[in-house]
């Protein structure tokens, strides 16, 4: 049974560009939620998804924005991108909002 | 708002000693309470976790409990080996009305020499 997995493992990006970041859920689990991990500090929730809509937001600008599709799976998207978004983003399932969440390997992304 | 402090590391231990790392919280109602560990390059693994005051939880040699007295989850392990040198985090989930989501410490990482 795969857990959650996520892609890219690794990518590096320019200033000002757009990435997206892909997630698929745990087998079973219909909840995907985001986190950001800075170099050396907890991670920090971006925002969480459910039945594909956006339930809760972290403090995150409008430069963040996500989407989930009808088999669970979620991607997260950040615009004009600074060098102040190179961290690890991890994508965490669950139940519903049920404690237990899965977390992925998250994808490491480098803003030059 | 919800917060986490736990200390700050590195904390370098060797084989068979006892680990102690503290957590403190903040948070409004009654939370639950997690250890993550993540281990070089991968994501975060449930280590335990408590769900309402006096709780203990418990994991490969790990124990914690819930002190709602006194704010704290403090994790504990007895005899730690080379293998469970990591970053520790200590999290807290709000309520089910507000998804849930987790709110984290800073992260110790732990270093266990043979």
């Known amino acids: 049974d795969a857990g959650v997995t996520q892609s890219p493992t690794h990518l590096i990006k320019t200033r000002g560009q757009q990435v997206t970041l892909r997630c698929s859920p745990k087998?079973?689990?219909?909840?995907v939620s985001w986190y950001q991990q800075a170099l050396g500090q907890g991670p920090q929730f971006i925002f969480q998804?459910?039945?594909?809509?956006?339930?809760q937001r972290g403090n995150f600008p409008d430069r963040f924005s996500g989407h989930q599709f009808p088999n669970y799976s979620s991607e997260l998207n950040v615009n004009a991108l600074l060098l102040g978004d190179s961290a690890l983003y991890l994508c965490?399932?669950?139940?519903?909002?049920?404690?237990?969440?899965?977390f992925g390997s998250g994808t490491r992304l480098t803003v030059v | 708002g919800n917060s986490v402090t736990q200390m700050e590391g590195p904390v370098t231990l060797s084989e068979e000693a006892f680990l102690t790392i503290n957590c403190t919280y903040t948070?409004?109602?009654?939370?639950?309470l997690f250890w993550y560990v993540q281990y070089p390059g991968e994501g975060l693994q449930l280590l335990l976790k408590?769900?309402?005051?006096?709780d203990k939880g418990s994991n490969k040699g790990f124990e914690a409990t819930y002190r709602k007295e006194t704010t704290s989850f403090h994790l504990e392990k007895g005899s730690v080996q080379v293998s469970d040198s990591a970053v520790y985090f200590c999290?807290?989930?709000?309520?089910?009305?507000?998804?849930?989501?987790?709110?984290f410490g800073g992260g110790t990482r732990v270093l266990v020499k043979p």
């Open positions: 999290a807290l989930s709000g309520s089910r009305a507000a998804g849930n989501k987790l709110t």
């Open positions: 408590a769900t309402k005051a006096d």
């Open positions: 948070a409004t109602g009654y939370p639950s």
């Open positions: 965490a399932s669950s139940v519903g909002t049920v404690d237990g969440y899965t």
């Open positions: 087998s079973g689990h219909d909840t």
């Open positions: 998804y459910y039945e594909e809509e956006e339930r």
